[in-house]
């Protein structure tokens, strides 16, 4: 019997560890490789932080995990958090205008 073929799986089939991530406050190097990566990894985690229990992660947790990603996907997640659950804006507003504040040029790109 010959054993099937090692093949990779797609990265938006695999499981993502945000509750380490959150808790290491580091993505591992090169993660998000890809524009295709990081914008699912965006999405995904606009998911978990909707889905989890309050205290669950800190803002600061969330705040050091999204400095790690490029200017876009900072402003692709507030657009998709408020897409996905305007009302949770207000939890997340210190956090929003901190990042909006930065990146404002980007807002009309």
């Known amino acids: 019997m010959s054993s099937p ?3 990779s799986v797609p990265f938006a089939a695999q499981a993502i560890p945000f509750d380490k991530f959150l ?3 580091k993505l591992p190097d090169g ?3 890809t524009d295709y ?3 699912q990894f965006v999405e995904r985690l606009v998911h ?4 989890v229990p309050s205290g669950s992660y800190t803002m600061a ?3 050091q995990l ?3 990603l490029e200017p876009r996907s900072q402003v692709f997640f507030f657009k ?13 507003a210190p956090l929003y205008y901190g990042f909006m504040n930065e990146f404002q040029s980007l807002l009309f790109t």
């Not at 978990?48 to 889905?51: E, G, K, N, P, T």
């Not at 998709?80 to 997340?92: A, G, M, Q, V």
Request: with cysteine; charged share 25%; aromatic share 8%.
């Open 80 to 92: 998709r958090l408020k897409e996905t659950s305007p009302e949770c804006l207000k939890d997340f």
């Open 5 to 7: 073929t090692q093949t």
């Open 23 to 25: 808790a290491e406050g």
């Open 37 to 39: 990566v990081s914008e």
């Open 31 to 33: 993660y998000l490789a």
């Open 48 to 51: 978990y932080i909707l889905s």
């Open 66 to 68: 999204l400095e790690q």
């Open 61 to 63: 947790q969330l705040s």
